[in-house]
């Protein structure tokens, strides 16, 4: 469901991407919901922190 962060290499291993553009959001939560096993997990950043430039 989202071939430009998700690839099989050979019969068990999968490789991703760990950081998804906002053009591929949708394609990997559809995958996350899809995944028969729940092997896929969103982490959903709160990235308003990294934005604002506030460290407290």
Known sequence: MAPEVFALHG????????????????????????????????DRLDTSRETSGDDR
């Open 11 to 42: 019969e068990e291993a999968l490789l991703y991407q760990p950081r998804v553009d906002d053009m591929h959001r949708d394609d990997v939560l559809r995958a996350a919901a899809a995944c028969p096993v729940q092997a896929i997990l969103v």
